[in-house]
């Protein structure tokens, strides 16, 4: 093939130029730069507004325990007595009684409903009649204890009246500590606070706390 020189150092001029130009026109703009075919400029990313962190759920305070509400059942009406068999009389009947006198509102409606639960039979056992008073003691409300000042042990009633069973007590065997005293008595009425102390004082060898709860003296 015969290639015309003219046209060949034409043609070569051609690309010389176009190569050096564009070159120039590449390094002109070097400051902002050629941007890469199919590649979009990238934008910043939005902010992410911060979480507001959530306040915690708050907790009710638990009711205040208060035994002067509440109403106690019916008693047992006196069933046969024993000399006719099948029946004790009106022992139940006295001790659901006794509960209500002695014990405070709420703590008497446990007792007695717990009496009035236990079949003929248990009725006449004087230490599940007892067991049903015990039980609902053991459940009242406490009393809060006095506070020591200035190393004085508390006088609250509570304390003043278990010191003094305490000290009637002394060397037996069924001494009650501070701590069951003060469990028995914080479901009594005063009355049956005093009923009670009354009953250690002759009744602490052999019937104890136990013995002596919710017990009222008809003497």
Excluded: W
């Amino acid at each position: 093939m015969i290639i015309d020189r003219a046209s060949f150092f034409l043609a070569t001029g051609s690309l010389v130029a176009g190569g050096v130009g564009g070159y120039l026109v590449s390094d002109r703009g070097l400051l902002t730069g050629p941007h890469d075919v199919g590649v979009t400029e990238q934008q910043p990313l939005p902010s992410v507004p911060t979480a507001t962190p959530l306040a915690a759920p708050t907790t009710p305070p638990p009711p205040a325990c208060d035994d002067t509400v509440g109403t106690a059942g019916t008693c047992p009406a006196p069933g046969y007595s024993s000399d006719e068999g099948d029946g004790c009389g009106a022992l139940p009947t006295k001790r659901c009684q006794d509960f209500k006198q002695a014990m405070k509102p709420r703590v008497a409606e446990r007792a007695v409903a717990c009496l009035s639960a236990l079949p003929p039979a248990q009725r006449c056992d004087m230490t599940r009649m007892n067991l049903c008073g015990h039980v609902a003691l053991m459940n009242a409300c406490p009393e809060a204890e006095g506070a020591t000042v200035a190393g004085v042990a508390p006088t609250d009633e509570l304390t003043t009246r278990c010191a003094s069973i305490a000290q009637g007590c002394n060397g037996m065997a069924f001494s009650p500590s501070m701590r069951e005293c003060r469990a028995t008595l914080a479901g009594l009425t005063t009355f049956g606070r005093e009923q009670m102390a009354s009953c250690m004082k002759t009744h602490c060898g052999d019937k104890g706390l136990v013995g002596c709860e919710a017990v009222v003296d008809t003497k």
